[in-house]
């Protein structure tokens, strides 16, 4: 005698919810240690203050700078003497450049045509870093940067020159001293710069002390 319900063919399922399990477990321990690369260093303690020096040439007075807006610890440098377009862009202090290339926009501000538009962000720029979870950045370039990403850098080597792209008014160099992920009071040759706020306008002159080793 029959039911008149047709028989259900046997199936034989095959173990792919274990192994799709098993492939997410691996790939979130992946996921998991890439970010730990990442993290873990951050979160170790900051090693001893490198001896940064000016990022301009050695025994030339710079106007040192902040406004209203401009942010915390940012300090923009003027020369006091001389063409400010063009002039040459050292690095602080020994270390590994990271980037080096255009943040944001160039905008059309050139030696030609210095009241051309405006870019947006810090246009070509630089980022060195220097070990101990500090670093340093260079921003608002003239052309390409001299140095490229993973190269090795000694202190007053000339990464780029000062020009005006990105978001800027006239020819300066923007620059930043970082200490992990946070920006820090910039220190010239062991002496603080005083720029720590930007709820008002500001302005020193100092003298680099950025000088060829003695041999």
Known sequence: MTTGRPARARTHRRPHGRTGRVLLALV?????????????????PAGPRPLFQMPVA?????????YPGHDDYDVDLFPTEGEAWGRPVLASYAGTVTVAGINGSLGGRTP???????????????KIDHGGKWETQYLHMLEPPLVEVGQKVAQGEQIGRLGSTGNSGAPHLHYEQRRGWDKVETHFDGTPSGITADDREYTVR??????????
């Open 28 to 44: 979130a321990v992946a996921a998991l240690l890439g970010i730990a690369v990442v993290v873990v260093p951050m979160l170790r």
């Open 58 to 66: 050695c025994g030339e007075t710079w106007q040192l700078g902040t």
């Open 112 to 126: 030609e045509n210095p009241q051309g538009p405006r870019g947006r962000g810090g246009g070509y720029w630089v």
């Open 206 to 215: 100092r003298t680099s002390n950025n000088c060829p080793a003695v041999s």
